[in-house]
DNA sequence: CTAATCTTGACTTGTCTGGTCGAAATGGGG
DNA sequence: CCCCATTTCGACCAGACAAGTCAAGATTAG
């Protein structure tokens, strides 16, 4: 049930791209160190994001990367999608491509798994990258606060 | 986030275990067969959840395996721990074995992940393989109303 | 022009998945 | 005590995939 480090990344590289702000472009180069990603495999990542439409390049010197959609209209869920496939735990169960199973109706689990995928799209799709960096920010706040009492 | 087949074929042989009755040892053959799995491969499987204490077996003609816990008792999540390994998403969140990452108490995503695993745990440490199949039977009984009518 | 930056695609290395196979150990029935 | 059905155990294997690495080229600002 785990994510990859490539999809980890990619969902690093996209908050870093959304706290950064749409006003300039921001480089590999930064993003990698921010984020700790290893900069030769950051590009692999950003190049297939760039072929989902998530993110847009400019080469040359003051180059770099930048969102195409505003951080609240783009979920962690459609980045875990694009880059790892469907979230469904059995193909069977997939919202995007289902694949039938040998069981067909009279499979014991269909029931089971929908409510597995189901809970997992509850929290993944719901969830903004402008969610995340409102909760960061808060977080942040609380633990500065805390610091200084 | 998908479960491999070994552990789907892991689940299918507790629940027809569960399902058979511990009043007597079912044979491999007979789980492969009900439950479609490759009888070489159920026997790697079934040897795996013997070393966790799952099920029993007696060797020799009237042999065969046999659950070690009442159906009611045992969860679905179990099985996909000891199988698969921890539920979580990401290793950091992981209730059992925690692994902390680089980024330690700063960490824009632990929230996020937590919620994810939260919410996996929810249906798949609270469904038992007496529920699966209860739910099995209710829903072949609604079938069979509908079609009689 | 030149330095900075993205682009592309091939390559590597190790691990995991999904099995298969053969021989041995064990237990029940006759 | 012997035979046969059955589990048991460890070895083996091919292919896919993960996680990177690398080199050479195209593009753009200044």
Redesign the pocket.
């Not at 472009?25 to 180069?29: G, T, V």
């Not at 290893?38 to 495999?41: K, N, Q």
């Given at each position: 049930m785990s994510v990859?480090?490539?999809?980890y990344?990619a969902i690093r590289a996209i908050y870093a791209l959304a706290e950064h702000g749409n006003a300039e472009?921001?480089?590999?180069?930064d993003i990698a160190e921010q984020e700790m990603i290893?900069?030769?495999?950051l590009?692999?990542i950003?190049?297939q994001l760039?072929g989902g439409g998530f993110v847009q390049?400019?080469?040359?010197?003051?180059?770099?990367?930048r969102l195409t959609r505003s951080a609240d209209s783009l979920t962690v869920g459609e980045i875990m999608r694009y880059v790892?496939g469907p979230i469904a735990p059995v193909d069977c169960v997939s919202q995007s491509r289902p694949k039938e199973c040998e069981f067909h109706g009279e499979c014991h689990f269909f029931g089971f798994w929908g409510r597995v995928r189901q809970a997992i799209s509850n929290v993944v799709d719901r969830t903004t990258f402008a969610d995340l960096i409102k909760e960061s920010k808060e977080r942040n706040r609380d633990f500065v606060n805390e610091w200084m009492i």
């Open positions: 990859s480090s490539k999809c990344y472009p921001m480089k590999i180069a290893p900069i030769r495999f590009e692999v950003l190049g760039k390049s400019r080469r040359g010197a003051e180059g770099g990367y790892d």
